[in-house]
């Protein structure tokens, strides 16, 4: 199954060099900050300081190094949390093989969803014993907004959670603790106020696209979408809404895929069960429902289901990999590669190459 999954990589990566135009993911990565800030805009201007022109394939190039980061990431945390040995090749397969996962991330390459996973995956893996541990997270989650203001919703719970789950557990909570937490937790808000609501260009819509013409490499190309940068809250809202009666025709083909990861849910459970303190077990269950919410409100705001879909399995995969960090009572029984259903489902989650980007596969 893992030898698939790495055909099945290798497959969507030249399906993307060779057959996908990246009109949206190219037009974000040719906006920089030529006319003062802009929301999305910062990848291209890093990119744009030593690279003023741009071919479209850039956004590739480009949007493989944060995947390459983040699959050797996960890969080393898996190592560390569950070690690669027999018995934990199925639960590998239920994670790093997930369509939710890694292959969603090629499927969205050079989209920036893939940052909030990298981000996660740094904070799951550095010591966090110190307050500076806190600090880098809400800096980390500043520059995700300062990428894509969604963030706000895909990644940042997830984040908060992996910093409460690993730092504030361990050594209890704190007035200072509480305090600084209230302090950071308000800047990120603000920042994305100022990112959401402030962050159109200062400039003509046409003049922006002028812009973003001149950073091209081949200017003819037509492929961009300049007016995502002008889209306000009523503009997404208006056509999400517009198009909410598709997408939840849509919804079943999403539960059928996340039954599938039946064994997966049934370890996840089993881990959160098998934790030492009831307190502990308390407190996840509340991090869940919190991370689920903000997808709720993101599905209630923004179109891109499939998208969001796939970022939340990311999120409970990574989420799985903190609550695994604390103290349990008993070893959590792990998934029996053994069991005729099982590697049904292992092979089904194997096959489905990818969940998508707007609609489904």
Known sequence: MLAVNIAVVAALFV?????????????????????????RALVGAIVGTAFPVLPSSATYVVGLVPWVATTMLFLHLFRTTFGLVDETLPLLVFTAGSPFFLK??????????????LLALVLL???????????GAAAGAIVLLLIHHLHLLLSIPTIGAIVLLRHHLPRGWRTGDLALAAVLTAIIGVVF????????????????????????????????????????????LHDTWAVMAR?????????????????LIRFFGDTVRDLASAAHRRIV???????LAGYVAIFLTVFDYSRWVASLGSCMILLLHAVRQLPAARPTRPID????WVRALGWAVTVIPRIGTVTPF
């Open 15 to 39: 399906y993307k060099f060779a057959l996908s135009y990246p009109d949206l993911p190219y037009t974000q990565l040719l906006a920089d900050y030529h006319f003062g800030f802009a929301k």
């Open 247 to 263: 997408n939840l025709r849509r919804a079943p083909i999403y539960l059928v895929v996340v039954v599938l990861h039946a064994p």
């Open 337 to 340: 590669g053994a069991n005729r």
């Open 285 to 291: 269950l509340v991090l869940i429902a919190l991370v």
């Open 125 to 135: 893996l550095v010591p966090a014993r110190s307050v500076l541990y806190v600090i």
């Open 193 to 236: 106020a100022l990112v959401q609501f402030h962050g159109a260009p200062a400039v003509a819509p046409e003049v922006f696209e002028a812009h973003l013409r001149a950073r091209m490499a081949n200017p003819a190309e037509t492929g961009i979408m300049p007016d995502i940068f002008y889209r306000t809250f009523a503009d997404e």
């Open 104 to 117: 969603n991330f090629v499927q969205t390459l050079g989209y920036y969803d893939v940052y909030g996973a």
